[in-house]
């Protein structure tokens, strides 16, 4: 470690979560686990059809059974004032407009919701959706992207134009050049915890949901566009995910159609998806194809790169990522083009997942790489530090900070790299072929807008409050572990409270933004109480004061648990109490709004993920021994949480590399594995022993701390780093994720 900056100095050694012992001894409360009184149940029923319009729905028999409330759908459904809007109200969505559920008769995808069933119990709602009979008359629907391609279009906006720097296609000029395609498929999300929501309207215009959010103030935007109503009349709660990689990231129609139906019954509703829902209505990677074409000359500096891609949306709303603008900087390169394209399909609309759009361009980048270091008979590492890009070729500026050179050092030499050979198939450990590969991924340092409100008592406890909640990285512990350093106060006299739109605004919780954004809105706060408390200690009759040291400023004092000292004399000091007591304050209290500022700097954060495995081919079994992430993130404010970031990142490019894909019946446009017994996700089994270092140095642009994220870069390029250890063993290169037993075994 560069310091003990985060450090809890009376124990040496970083704190642990502080919300840990409320998770896994079932005190945290989840969307679904609130009590709210007089509570009904909700089940949504789906379309059977990709495509189409109902032609008639049967309801009776759901609204006759046992404990049934009503059955809501297109016929009498509550009009959401948000949904009418345009022309003509009755026509269908358009692109860039979300599902208006229950809206009309059309069907734009399999599983589109068609009817709310509300009952006095969950099994009763869940009965009664089983007896919805729906006729349909259907249409020819398009679920496949590979039939598709020539409806690939340019997405509407400046940001996904062509990109061009340098001459276009000038690999083709180069004397040593691949042109290869890589496939990934649908990947879904799959948290533990399911979409759900309960909806409690507290008046005609005012209404409060829990519900399973990234981000409160976004949903409740979200919700005041759709109904119309006062945003201070809506309350979002939702202090703790049970896990979303971007399910959460927006309102879906699932929640609309629960706060519809506690409207129309007058009682607090509670919806939950079930599983199989959650590979249908809340989004997923999208299904993309790519092309590199690259090349180089024959010492290995690159001459030209074109990267290709085209991704699936929905017919019914426009969805984009950043698919290939991490080959427009990664490497230093003076020809780079890159075009990215959408083909609409009858599918739900995917939504950012995890490294999105990063993780899926990095597999083909990285990919690439390393094919091109194959040609090149050079060493992968070697390779990239050839063209290694010293300042940001994309914007012609500086980085605000860099250090991924040492990543390639630290990691290569934890995974031990100078025993992998140059040629494939090479080393061998018995029956098993032993292989080594590894993988580059960035991700923006960004830095949005946060209030956190604090409350410092004259016990030396302090309030933190904000409405920035927490999916798992650990928020909660970083808002902590800043105020601790900042204020000299153990961690465990620091309270926090998150995650309702009650609470001063917060970011969403995505975009590896939330310790630069939050963490530095807590620097703030506790600065200036800082300021204050210095400027309480300077008045006439304090302590200091009479020491003979007026116009104390705080970087003059010691903070502490209870009380501030004089740096140069420690002896002078004074405690909270009677700091407080002496100017008659019940409590010091303040309000703070941070963002960040323009700077002439490219702000990134860095990763680079190391692998070691072996392949029987015989089986085609992969077997992964070790892994090593690297991380180049600023300064690690909570070393504990970070480190677990990054083993999950891994874990989560192990599924993408190894298992994850929906596989859809097209003949249906219906998905055949949406459940966890057919769609594998990695386990305990899976999972090698994972090492984490961290280059931990402070970037002197991004935030106080000089942090930069770390979440995305977690994953971003693990699922190269696999893929290219697989050809270092087998000599066998597999661009088609997931790399399954079927593509290796040797016949």
């Not at 954004?517 to 200091?544: M, N, P, R, Y």
């Not at 019940?586 to 960040?596: C, F, Y």
Request: with cysteine.
């Amino acid at each position: 470690m560069e310091k003990d900056f985060f450090f809890d100095k009376k124990q040496n050694n970083p704190i642990s979560r502080v919300d840990g012992r409320a998770k896994v001894t079932g005190t945290a409360t989840y969307a679904a686990e609130h009590k709210v009184p007089n509570l009904v149940y909700g089940f949504l029923v789906g379309s059977t059809i990709a495509k189409g319009r109902i032609k008639s729905l049967d309801t009776k028999s759901a609204e006759q059974a046992p404990g049934v409330l009503a059955v809501i759908t297109h016929v009498n459904a509550p009009k959401i004032p948000g949904y009418q809007t345009g022309k003509d109200p009755s026509k269908p969505p358009t692109a860039g407009q979300p599902l208006r559920i229950f809206y009309n008769n059309e069907i734009l995808y399999y599983d589109q919701p068609i009817a709310l069933i509300i009952a006095d119990s969950y099994e009763r709602a869940l009965f009664a959706a089983k007896l919805v009979k729906a006729q349909y008359e259907k249409e020819a629907h398009q679920t496949n992207l590979k039939t598709n391609l020539s409806k690939a279009r340019i997405p509407s906006g400046p940001r996904k134009e062509d990109y061009n720097r340098g001459e276009a296609d000038a690999y083709k000029n180069a004397p040593v050049k691949i042109e290869q395609e890589y496939y990934h498929p649908v990947e879904v999300h799959n948290p533990m915890e399911l979409g759900s929501i309960i909806a409690r309207w507290d008046g005609p215009d005012k209404v409060t949901v829990y519900t399973k959010t990234q981000g409160v103030e976004s949903t409740r935007n979200s919700i005041k566009d759709a109904f119309k109503l006062n945003p201070e009349n809506i309350t979002v709660q939702a202090e703790h995910i049970g896990g979303a990689f971007g399910m959460g990231l927006r309102t879906w129609p699932y929640e609309i159609a629960a706060i519809m139906g506690a409207q129309k019954v007058g009682k607090p509703l509670k919806l939950v998806l079930h599983r199989e829902q959650m590979f249908t209505n809340v989004g997923y990677r999208p299904e993309t194809i790519q092309k590199v074409s690259m090349g180089a000359t024959a010492d290995g500096k690159l001459v030209g790169i074109t990267h290709e891609a085209t991704a699936n949306t929905s017919t019914y709303e426009e969805f984009t990522e950043a698919t290939v603008n991490i080959t427009q900087f990664m490497y230093a390169c003076p020809n780079v083009a890159t075009r990215y394209r959408l083909v609409p399909l009858n599918v739900c609309t995917p939504i950012w997942m995890r490294g999105p759009g990063e993780a899926t361009g990095a597999f083909a980048l990285e990919s690439a790489m390393d094919e091109l270091a194959h040609e090149l008979k050079l060493d992968p590492i070697e390779f990239r530090l050839r063209n290694h890009s010293d300042t940001d070729p994309e914007h012609n500026r500086p980085w605000s900070s860099k250090h991924l050179k040492e990543c390639y050092q630290m990691g290569a030499e934890k995974i031990g790299w100078k025993d992998r050979q140059l040629q494939p198939k090479m080393v061998k450990d018995g029956d098993w072929l032993i292989g080594y590969g590894m993988g580059t991924g960035s991700f923006g340092a960004m830095r949005w807008v946060a209030t956190v409100k604090g409350k410092l008592q004259p016990d030396g406890k302090l309030l933190l409050q904000c409405s920035v909640n927490d999916m798992g990285p650990g928020t909660a512990t970083m808002m902590t572990v800043v105020a601790s350093e900042a204020m000299g106060l153990a961690p465990d006299k620091i309270t926090i409270q998150m995650g309702s739109t009650k609470l001063p605004p917060g970011p969403m919780q995505g975009g590896s933004n939330v310790t630069s954004t939050v963490g530095s809105a807590v620097h703030d706060v506790c600065a200036e109480l800082k300021q204050q408390i210095a400027a309480l200690a300077s008045k006439t009759g304090s302590v200091f004061h009479k020491a003979k040291n007026p116009d104390v400023k705080a970087e003059d004092l010691i903070f502490s648990d209870n009380s501030i000292a004089l740096k140069k004399n420690p002896s002078v000091k004074v405690s909270y109490i009677d700091l407080f007591r002496q100017n008659n304050l019940p409590a010091l209290e303040l309000t703070k709004e941070s963002k960040g500022q323009e700077q002439p700097y490219s702000m990134y954060s860095f990763s680079v993920h190391f692998v070691k495995l072996r392949v029987h081919p015989a089986t085609g079994r992969i077997k992964i021994d070790h892994v090593v992430s690297c991380a180049d993130a600023g300064t690690i404010v909570s070393p504990k949480t970070a480190a677990s970031q990054m083993i999950g990142g891994a874990v989560g490019g192990i599924g993408m590399a190894l298992m994850e894909e929906l596989v859809v019946d097209h003949r249906f446009g219906r998905p055949i594995n949406n459940n966890l017994a057919d769609y594998h996700v990695p386990v305990n089994a899976d999972i090698p022993p994972i090492d984490v270092l961290f280059v931990n140095k402070k970037d002197p642009f991004t935030n106080p701390m000089g942090s930069k994220g770390l979440g995305e870069i977690a994953l971003v390029g693990m699922a190269p780093a696999i893929a290219n250890a697989v050809f270092n063993a087998t000599g066998k290169r597999i661009r088609s994720l997931p790399i399954t037993p079927d593509k290796l075994i040797e016949v």
